[in-house]
C-alpha cells in the first residue's frame, strides 16, 4: 500500500496547474510542457462540436505568446477537488476562462492528461 502526503501532492497538483495558466499567460513554454503530459488532450465545446488541442500544439501556442496577458487581466483562482492514488482533479479559473484538470502522477511529478474548457 501507497500512502501519500496528501496536503504535498495537493501542493504539487496546484503548482502544476498554476505552470499551466500562469505560463499560458506569461508565455512560457518550459512552464507549460513542465504542466503538461505529452498525451494531453485540451477540449472544447465550440458550436456544438468538439475541438482539441495537444500538448504540442499548446506548447507551441505558449511559445508563440498567444496567451499573453498582464497580470490584472489574469485574477487567477484555483481549487484541488481531489486528490487521490495517483489521479487528481482541480479548477482553473482566470478572468477569461474555465478550465478543468484532470491530472495523474507520473515518475516526472502530477501532470496534466486532460482539460476541458470554456470562456468566459
Known amino acids: ?15 502544476a496547474a498554476l505552470d499551466y495558466i500562469e505560463g499560458w499567460f506569461e508565455g512560457d513554454a518550459e512552464r507549460m510542457e513542465r504542466a503538461l503530459h505529452p498525451e494531453l488532450a485540451k ?13 504540442q500544439q499548446m506548447i507551441e501556442k505558449t511559445a508563440s ?29 482566470s478572468a477569461p476562462f474555465v478550465d478543468y484538470l484532470q491530472l495523474a502522477r507520473t515518475d516526472d511529478g502530477w501532470k496534466i492528461v486532460n482539460v476541458l474548457w470554456q470562456p468566459r
Request: glycine content about 8%; cysteine-free.
Open 1 to 15: 500500500m501507497i500512502i501519500s502526503d496528501v496536503s504535498t501532492d495537493e501542493a504539487l497538483v496546484a503548482e
Open 43 to 55: 477540449r472544447r465545446l465550440e458550436d456544438g462540436r468538439l475541438t482539441m488541442l495537444t500538448a
Open 65 to 93: 505568446g498567444m496567451g499573453k496577458r498582464p497580470v490584472d487581466e489574469r485574477a487567477i483562482e484555483i481549487t484541488v477537488e481531489h486528490v487521490g492514488e495517483g489521479v487528481a482533479n482541480a479548477t482553473v479559473l
